[in-house]
């Protein structure tokens, strides 16, 4: 998927475990994203970064961190996994687009990771 | 809260006819707009961005922005069963990031 690479792409864990999913990205763009996608609620920010180390919550962060030590990964931590953590989670990167999109900030999103938790 | 509002469908169009999908925003600070499209177990990819008020087109597909009415539209034109899929409305401003819609799922019945 252009450049976005995420793992694992399936886990089935307990409650009370950490989970630690990872984003990848080979085109060096500055902005990364983690969704989470329910059905009902569609594609929800968690948290984004703009650069090494700058990161900023969305609007459901709770229960979750992030890291971003270095410009091509983006991790996402679960502490202590729930039930209502189960989900598909999606990463993005942002970069700009061309063609019809031309002008705008693109959003580029992997293939996603599907989390169940038991 | 800035929300994106969209019908979650499903809406049903029979193969060829033009389907209309429809999308309204809460935040009048909003200044750009994208429809992405997502079949199923896949991920969103973009097919249009508008950021002025009017049409835009581009092939089968036109983008409509009405920033008066804090409304976005998508018509795909001649729709066939290979454009079966959830499509979903997102806007923002600036850096910010993306607010999206819950997404409306087009089914075209050939």
């Known amino acids: 998927d252009a450049g976005i690479t995420q793992s694992p792409r399936h886990k089935v864990t307990e409650t009370g475990t950490p989970v630690t999913l990872r984003c990848h990205q080979t085109?060096?763009?500055?902005?990364m994203y983690w969704y989470r996608q329910d059905p009902g609620h569609g594609l929800r920010l968690i948290h984004y970064?703009?650069?090494?180390?700058?990161?900023d919550k969305g609007e459901v962060s709770d229960g979750y961190s992030v890291s971003r030590s270095k410009t091509e990964d983006f991790l996402l931590t679960l502490e202590s996994a729930t039930s209502s953590q189960t989900s598909v989670y999606f990463c993005?990167?942002?970069?700009?687009?061309?063609?019809?999109?031309?002008?705008?900030?693109?959003?580029?999103f992997g293939a996603g990771s599907r989390l169940t938790v038991l | 809260q800035k929300e994106v509002e969209q019908n979650s469908g499903p809406l049903s169009v029979p193969e060829g006819a033009i389907a209309s999908l429809n999308c309204t925003y809460s935040?009048?600070?909003?200044?750009?707009f994208f429809w992405y499209r997502q079949y199923s177990g896949k991920s969103p990819e973009l097919i249009m961005f508008?950021?002025?008020?009017g049409d835009k087109e581009d092939g089968r597909f036109t983008a409509q922005l009405n920033k008066a009415s804090q409304y976005v539209s998508l018509l795909i034109r001649d729709s066939q069963p290979s454009d079966s899929a959830t499509y979903l409305c997102?806007?923002?401003?600036?850096?910010?990031?993306?607010?999206f819609g819950k997404g409306t799922r087009l089914s075209v019945i050939a």
């Open positions: 993005a990167i942002r970069s700009p687009g061309t063609g019809v999109v031309a002008g705008a900030n693109v959003l580029t």
């Open positions: 085109e060096n763009h500055r902005y």
């Open positions: 970064s703009y650069g090494v180390k700058d990161t």
């Open positions: 935040d009048r600070g909003s200044q750009s």
């Open positions: 508008i950021y002025s008020n």
């Open positions: 997102a806007s923002n401003s600036g850096n910010t990031p993306l607010v």
